[in-house]
């Protein structure tokens, strides 16, 4: 079982990314799946998740501003993140649970540029 994220960089203040999280099917037929960032110094913090049915759900501070979604065809999870602050600068992570265990990929950075 893997997840391997992609898409992050370095962006401008009210600028857009997509960050993929290219995943074993596995996740997509048993796992709802979830994307969290940190940043140096701080606990790693839940942005989205999105439910096995497709039920979305977002932290406060990315409500409105990020999409997360899944394309099960090709075992690709999404972070779509519209108007980017420089408080979204952190290295983000897809996770997803199976058999009772927490799995991580390897992270990308994402910074945003005041």
């Given at each position: 079982v893997q997840l391997q994220a992609s898409g992050?960089?370095?962006v401008q203040a009210g600028g857009s990314l997509r960050l993929s999280c290219a995943a074993s099917r596995i996740f997509f037929d048993v796992?709802?799946?979830s994307w969290y960032r940190q940043v140096p110094g701080k606990q790693r913090e839940?942005?989205?998740g999105i439910s096995l049915g497709g039920t979305t759900n977002y932290a406060n501070s990315v409500q409105g501003r990020f999409t997360?979604?899944?394309d099960t065809a090709k075992s690709t999870l999404y972070l779509q993140m519209n108007s980017l602050k420089p408080e979204d600068t952190a290295v983000y992570y897809c996770s997803a649970v199976f058999q009772g265990t927490r799995y991580w990929g390897q992270g990308t950075q994402v910074t945003v540029s005041s």
């Open positions: 992050g960089g370095l796992s709802g799946m839940l942005v989205a997360i979604s899944r």
